[in-house]
């Protein structure tokens, strides 16, 4: 057998099973495996041809041992670069159809203005996006709809969507997509033209908490709160024939800052009281970020804070039946839409991006961040874009800590772009992965009637000590 080392990127447990074991977490991966003590031993203590050859196979297969003249990290970007540069099946194209949005969250990061992408520049778009997709082997399109608020520009979602199929032409190739979207206007025909005739198979609705946290957070231009609305249309489309019918996931993001961490838990409790915790695909947690110089980080959690309270969140939500989901992240091979790939983004004035959070954001003017106009540069080809070179950068300087970071391969470097403005990126999970690491130990041995009570004994034993920034 080929000479091993112990691979660097592995996240490694307390002592479990009366000190007699413990779980490896392979970040390469995306494995976890629980070993023996002595095992670990050996592996730590460059002891690995004392293995028996069944347990090295495990291990190699998991990526827990690896060549030993590897560079990993040379790896881990040439992996992650040849993935954004090899064409795949699908065409994603972020679309912004208006400007306008009729909540004046203090987080967010836009100028909202009543603007909706002209129908000239909706036939350039298409004319792009048909152009992108017939040079390429795709063989089918996906299209993100987002704001400011996309179902404000419904009536140019409509128009895209029947200029973009007429331009392809052809039944057997599909259109689909997913929309963000607060929400206050989603009623149930709503719901059922998205997923008939837009072929929406994700809808992501923010709650930030219960109702008067909520409002205190996600309040109208004119200062009125919006989530009774919010919520009885969820209620109401979730609990449709046209939602039971349909192949369509909602998501619930919960933004989360020092005004609303108490309103969290009710809003868990509320979403299980009403049965909708069992039909939504999952409701997640995200600290509040600086977004376009706003400072809005300045009210945040601080990251350990917000890993903690988010990791009891978790437990309460498996406690209460919530659909269980993996709690370890998976390789994530990119980053996102602005570090490779050939994804952009359109806003409402024709403007072409490869991020999501820059339109609308006055900070970013006069940028790099445009690449142009679909005015003028609908048939360019943009080969310089930023955070193209994020992989090379993270590889060859120690400019940010993803360099030396065991999670890379699952994390990807969370946000150049907050990088660069000074925010570090780290994710919340790298400041409670050694506790997520018993959590998910604990979910899948647990039999079904013990699980209750050992989870209540697991949130009990946790204390601020156990998150911190894992190195």
Not at 173 to 180: A, Q, S
Not at 182 to 202: A, H, R, T, W, Y
């Amino acid at each position: 057998m080929q000479h091993l080392k112990y691979s660097y990127y592995i996240i490694v447990s307390a002592p479990v099973e009366e000190n007699t074991k413990r779980i490896l977490y392979s970040t390469r991966s995306g494995d976890m495996l629980l070993v023996t003590e002595a095992c670990y031993q050996a592996l730590i203590t460059d002891a690995i041809d004392l293995l028996p050859e069944t347990i090295k196979l495990k291990l190699i297969n998991s990526k827990i041992l690896v060549p030993v003249d590897e560079e990993e990290l040379s790896t881990i970007i040439r992996e992650n670069i040849e993935y954004a540069e090899t064409p795949n099946n699908q065409l994603y194209e972020v679309i912004q159809p208006t400007a306008m949005c009729q909540l004046g969250c203090y987080y967010c990061g836009q100028k909202h203005t009543k603007d909706t992408l002209e129908d000239s520049l909706i036939d350039k778009m298409v004319t792009r996006i048909h152009s992108k997709f017939t040079q390429s082997t795709y063989n089918e399109i996906y299209l993100g709809w987002f704001g400011a608020e996309p179902l404000m520009g419904i009536s140019k979602m409509r128009i895209i969507y029947d200029r973009l199929t007429q331009a392809i032409d052809n039944p057997l190739i599909p259109i689909r997509g997913k929309i963000v979207t607060n929400g206050l206007s989603l009623k149930v025909g709503i719901f059922q033209e998205l997923v008939s005739k837009f072929k929406i198979d994700k809808i992501e609705i923010t709650l930030d908490g219960a109702a008067d946290f909520h409002d205190a957070h996600r309040y109208t231009k004119s200062g009125e709160g919006s989530f009774e609305i919010i919520y009885n249309n969820l209620k109401n489309f979730l609990r449709s024939s046209d939602f039971s019918k349909s192949n369509c996931s909602v998501v619930i993001r919960c933004n989360v800052d020092e005004k609303n961490i108490n309103g969290i838990e009710p809003l868990i409790y509320q979403l299980a009281n009403d049965n909708l915790h069992t039909l939504i695909d999952t409701l997640y947690f995200v600290g509040v970020y600086s977004w376009g110089g706003n400072d809005a980080h300045k009210k945040a959690l601080t990251k350990e804070k917000f890993a903690m309270l988010k990791l009891r969140w978790e437990i309460l939500k498996v406690g209460l039946g919530y659909k269980h989901r993996k709690r370890l992240m998976a390789r994530k091979l990119q980053t996102c839409v602005a570090t490779g790939g050939n994804s952009e983004v359109y806003d409402a004035f024709g403007n072409i991006y490869n991020c999501t959070e820059i339109p609308y954001a006055d900070f970013y003017n006069g940028t790099s961040y445009k690449l142009g106009n679909l005015s003028s540069d609908y048939k360019s080809i943009f080969t310089s874009k930023p955070h193209n070179d994020w992989y090379a950068i993270v590889r060859d300087t120690n400019r940010f800590p993803c360099h030396s970071c065991k999670l890379l391969p699952v994390c990807g470097g969370s946000c150049p772009k907050s990088w660069e403005e000074g925010n570090p990126a780290c994710p919340s999970f790298k400041f409670s992965i050694a506790k997520e690491l018993e959590f998910e130990y604990l979910l899948r041995k647990e039999p079904t009637e013990d699980l209750s009570k050992s989870l209540k004994t697991f949130d009990a034993s946790l204390s601020e000590k156990d998150f911190y920034r894992y190195e």
